[in-house]
């Protein structure tokens, strides 16, 4: 099993730009889950989804993040317009509903200038 | 509101002794919690788990020990190696059985081990 997959792994862009990041979530599994990591706010929960359906975003910060997941095997997070305080290390994760145990991505590095 | 927390940001041990990693949270309806480690560069890996009913659970190396009275559980890595260098975080889901709640995390305890 090839794992989560996400996209790109490094993504550097000037403040107001358009960002897109992107997941693959296990075969199977029926449950998305995007994370922001920092080090001042360590690993915190942005939204959710079970069966390509939003259940919880009351982690997204503002109205400038939006996720999508349009299949199951594909999910994305846009962030417009980027400022300097979305860099962080974002993760997808995906479990099988039901399950408990979530497997994380590699993570996408975003910097924003 | 409540959050799930660690004690120590660093713990330092020498290679080969046994590794105590603590983590207190404060949702007394968490009934499913996790260990993860998280190296250098990568996302967090799954260590253990252990459900509310249950007070111990071990895995290769690693034990997982709940007290729900005092809402503490820890972590024990027997003979820790140099690959047990990493940051090791608890979380919990209070959604019972439930992979389809988000976790919430502490934030971590960088795990060093001396040669």
């Known amino acids: 099993d090839a794992g989560v997959i996400q996209s790109p792994r490094h993504e550097v862009t000037e403040m107001g730009q358009e960002v897109t990041l992107r997941c693959k979530p296990i075969?199977?599994?029926?449950?998305l889950f995007w994370y922001r990591q920092t080090m001042m706010r360590g690993l915190e929960l942005l939204i959710y989804?079970?069966?390509?359906?939003?259940?919880?975003d009351s982690g997204m910060p503002e109205d400038r993040f939006s996720a999508k997941m349009p299949n199951a095997s594909f999910s994305t997070l846009k962030i417009q317009p980027s400022e300097p305080r979305d860099s962080a290390v974002y993760f997808c994760?995906?479990?099988?509903?039901?399950?408990?145990?979530?497997?994380f991505g590699p993570g996408t590095r975003l910097t924003v200038l | 509101g409540e959050s799930v927390g660690l004690h120590l940001p660093t713990l330092s041990v020498q290679e080969g002794d046994n590794s105590i990693i603590n983590c207190a949270y404060s949702?007394?309806?968490?009934?499913?919690f996790i260990w993860y480690k998280q190296e250098s560069g990568k996302g967090p890996q799954f260590i253990i788990d252990?459900?509310?009913?249950?007070d111990k659970r071990q895995g290769q190396r690693v034990t997982v020990l709940l007290n729900k009275t005092v809402k503490h559980l820890s972590l024990q890595i027997a003979a820790t190696q140099p690959g047990d260098s990493a940051v090791y975080f608890c979380?919990?889901?209070?959604?019972?059985?439930?992979?389809?709640?988000?976790?919430?995390f502490g934030k971590g305890t960088h795990l060093i081990i001396q040669p």
């Open positions: 994760a995906s479990t099988r509903s039901g399950g408990d145990t979530q497997y």
């Open positions: 075969s199977g599994h029926n449950s």
């Open positions: 989804f079970n069966n390509n359906v939003p259940i919880d």
């Open positions: 949702n007394s309806a968490s009934d499913y």
């Open positions: 252990i459900r509310s009913n249950m």
């Open positions: 979380a919990e889901n209070g959604n019972s059985g439930g992979g389809a709640d988000g976790l919430t």
